[in-house]
């Protein structure tokens, strides 16, 4: 499997989460990863990236209650989230990226797949 986002839930505004995602190593090794999202009738958002150096960037909505890391030695990227709100709710993806150094484009190297679903009720 490219890569397999588990980890989603239903839980009340103000918990927690844990999403893990297991990529395969070809896709992992040497390059960013990112957390990603989908909310129904919206388009695929930005989440959180991690690169290989583990400099992160987040999403300004998520900025201070997600944390992303990753651990090199099992291929796996993580994101925890804390103090969740209705607004999180949503599909969450991962996927390996790389960018550009001049023109800062972007490009994703796995498949996106089922993705797994966290709702936050309110």
């Known amino acids: 499997v490219q890569l397999q986002a588990s980890g989603g839930g239903l839980v009340q505004a103000g918990g927690s989460l844990r999403l893990s995602c297991i990529a395969s190593g070809s896709i992992f090794r040497g390059n960013h990863m990112g957390w990603y999202r989908q909310a129904p009738e919206k388009q695929r958002e930005f989440v959180a990236s991690i690169d290989t150096g583990d400099n992160t960037n987040y999403a300004d909505s998520v900025k201070g209650r997600f944390t992303i890391s990753r651990d090199n030695g099992a291929n ?42 966290v709702t936050v009720s309110s």
Do not use: H, I
């Not at 993580?78 to 790389?98: G, H, I, W």
């Open 76 to 117: 796996t990227v993580y994101l925890q989230m804390d103090s969740l709100k209705p607004e999180d709710t949503a599909v969450y993806y991962c996927n390996a990226f790389r960018q550009a150094a001049d023109t800062k484009s972007v490009w994703y190297l796995g498949s996106w797949g089922r993705g797994t679903q």
